[in-house]
Structures are given as C-alpha cells and as structure tokens.
C-alpha cells in the first residue's frame, strides 16, 4: 500500500469498502437473498426455502449447466491453442508483424458481441463449412470471442521471457521443439493457466452472441437464466445465477491452485 501512516491505511480501506460494498456486494447477496426467498414485497425476503436449488440442480437446469461447462472448456482449450500458438510466433515476428497480429486478435472484442454473433451466424449458416443448428456454431463464437483474452495474456507473458534459459538449453544441444516443450512452456505455465481461467470465466458468462446461435438442444445455462427471468420467475433465475456463479469460482479456484504451483516449480 502507498499510504504509510496509520490513518490513511484507515482511510484508504474506508474508501475501499464504501465502494466494494454497494458496487460489488451487495448486488451479489442480494441474488443469494433471492434465491433462498419464497417472496419478496417488503425491504428484506421472506419465506426462505432451497427449493429451488433442487430445481436448479436438476433437469434442464442440469443439463443447461452441463452445455456451459463443455462450451466453456471446449472453448478455453482452443482460444488457449490457438492464441498461445499465435503468441509464440508473433515473437520472430518484426514489430510492424506483431501490431497487425495484435489487431486481428482485438478486432473480435472491439465489436458488440452480438456482432460476432451475427457474423459467424452468416458465415456458417451455408455450404461447405454448415454450423447453424449445431452445438459447434457455439462453442465456434465463444472461441472467437475469448482467444483475444489469451492471445493477449501470453504475449505479455512472451514478453517477459529471460531468453538466457533458451540460450543455454540451445547452447547445449538442444532442438527447437525440445526447447519449447522443456523451457519456454513451463516458463509460461502460469500464464497459460491464467489464461485458461479467463477464458473459462468469460465464456461461462457469455450471453450476447449465444442468444443468436444456440440450437434447442444446446441451452447454455445463461440463456435458461434469460428465459428464467423472461418468464417472470425471478427466484427461479436467482437460484440458477448462484449455481453458475457457485460453479465458476470453483473451477477458477482450481485454476488458481494450479497456476500457484507452477509458479512455484
């Protein structure tokens, strides 16, 4: 902290909580509120049940959440792939490359989402490469969508690379590919796996570009919560936000363990 004296360590954290609080929190406990509510007419819930987290943890709310966590992965693995690849090889690159490459990989989150969406629904949607309809017309835009997000923190990462470690593995005999696999990819690690969260996350969420293209049976968990509140059932799409939310933050916190450790390698 840049705050030395007792009081403005005082003040800063005062200031911290008066903006975390109402910004950050309490929207938050307010839809945990709303999913343990029955009703809700006065200034606090009332009637608290879990009902509606059986319903959230079964069905088609099951099987919604299931669609999230496979696009969201099948997703995080291919912008990972796809992005880090590019990183790597914007790095032989000259500077003028490197701009043009770094703009390519922008270009899809300096859009509205909903304008991914719709380009890769018209791409797509006729011969010879025919999505619309299919799960992978999905799992195809979440990747457009997020593979700016690894691109980005890989390259950083690329970036920051000692190349003294690849000198010395080159030094002493060994091949390209062996130097990538056995030092530039364990150096990147927890980039790569910060990444991989990202992306997870970001995806999870994704709700713009999804409306445009999901088929029936492929139900993101986000659409069913739209739907949810669409319909008017409030404590219903409460209850499935925090199942999302709930599912989320576990899977970053895995992500997190691992990324600790491989910074501690």
Known sequence: ??????????????????????????????????????????????????????????????????????????????????????????ASLRTRGKRLLDALFILPVAVPSVVVGLAVLVAYSRPPVLLNGTRWIVILAHTVLVTAFAHQSVSAAVRRLDPVYEQAAAGLGASPARVLWRVRLPLLLPSLTSAAGLCFALSMGELSATMMLYPPDWTPLPVHIFAATDRGSLFTGAALAVVLMTTSLLVLAAVSRIRTRASYR
């Open 1 to 90: 902290m840049l705050v030395h004296s007792r009081a403005g360590k005082w003040a800063v954290r005062a200031a911290f909580l008066l903006l975390f609080v109402p910004l950050f929190a309490v929207p938050l406990l307010v839809i945990l509120a709303a999913s343990l509510a029955t009703n809700w007419s006065g200034a606090f819930p009332s009637g608290p049940t879990v009902e509606r987290y059986a319903a959230a943890t079964n069905g088609d709310s099951l099987q919604a959440l299931t669609t999230s966590l496979v696009t969201a992965v099948s997703a995080s693995v291919l912008a990972l792939t796809l992005g880090g690849w590019a990183a790597l090889a914007a």
